[in-house]
Nanobody
Framework: QVQLVESGGGLVQAGGSLRLSCAASGRASSSYTTAWFRQAPGKERVIVADITSSGFTGYADVVKGRFTISRDNSKNTVYLQMNTLKPEDTAVYFC????????????WGQGTQVTVSS
């Protein structure tokens, strides 16, 4: 079992930066894939970035070059550094862990709100 707790959301002006944290407990985060998703009001939840147990990373096209996912194994924490934020990045951001062979994630955090003002 993996428990995930997100933090770091908030209100920021367009062009600003935020760093989200996803602290995991119950199992070493370096042993599974962790991803960040986001869900804007009235829209579906979509993946933003992921990092595999080997450290390989992937990004949605809309955030490439602006967001960076990383992991600190000593803290069992995955981060999402978000730079050059845009109003359309406004959403609830969720951390998810342990990806199945079908591409589904088993464990989810409670989410953290990110609001970017124009």
């Amino acid at each position: 079992q993996v428990q995930l707790v997100e933090s770091g959301g908030g209100l920021v002006q367009a062009g600003g930066s935020l760093r989200l944290s996803c602290a995991a407990s119950g199992r070493a985060s370096s042993s599974y894939t962790t991803a960040w998703f986001r869900q804007a009001p009235g829209k579906e939840r979509v993946i933003v970035a992921d990092i595999t147990s080997s450290g390989f990373t992937g990004y949605a096209d809309v955030v490439k070059g602006r967001f960076t996912i990383s992991r600190d194994n000593s803290k069992n924490t995955v981060y999402l550094q978000m730079n050059t934020l845009k109003p359309e990045d406004t959403a609830v951001y969720f951390c998810a862990a342990v990806r199945t062979s079908q591409g589904k994630y088993i464990h989810w955090g409670q989410g953290t709100q990110v609001t970017v003002s124009s």
